[in-house]
């Protein structure tokens, strides 16, 4: 069975910023479009970025763009979230989500198949 585990989160002041870290225990995991999740209290999980199989195409929502960065090391099976600038509306429990469809790039939480247990990120202000 698939298995991701996040890592990274944390309590960091306005302005911080964070990495998260998500990794595969599948050797397929280079196949895979990896994406993250985040979902805040009483909210819906929401979209935040995602990165094709190669690292070549990455996508964002708009309110993390410009100070989110996705990428991935296929050779360790993992994918990171590097979170400059955070603020308190980041403040969420974030997921790591794995996609076997290589394109295009999914950004509907359905269309991904394996998750990750979810890291809290918290922000204060």
């Known amino acids: 069975q698939v298995q991701l585990v996040e890592s990274g989160g944390g309590l960091v002041q306005t302005g911080a910023s964070l990495r998260l870290s998500c990794t595969a225990s599948?050797?397929?995991?280079?196949?895979?479009?990896m994406g993250w999740f985040r979902q805040a209290p009483g909210k819906e999980r929401d979209f935040v970025a995602a990165?094709?199989?190669?690292?070549?195409?990455?996508s964002y929502t708009d309110s993390v763009k410009g100070r989110f960065t996705i990428s991935r090391d296929n050779a360790k099976n993992t994918v990171y979230l590097q979170m400059n600038s955070l603020k308190p509306e980041d403040t969420a429990v974030y997921y790591c989500?794995?996609?076997?469809?290589?394109?295009?790039?999914?950004?509907?939480?359905?269309?991904?198949?394996?998750w990750g247990q979810g890291t809290q990120v918290t922000v204060s202000s």
């Open positions: 599948d050797r397929t995991f280079g196949l895979w479009t």
């Open positions: 990165i094709s199989w190669n690292g070549g195409t990455t």
């Open positions: 989500a794995a996609d076997r469809q290589i394109i295009p790039i999914a950004i509907t939480s359905g269309e991904y198949d394996y």
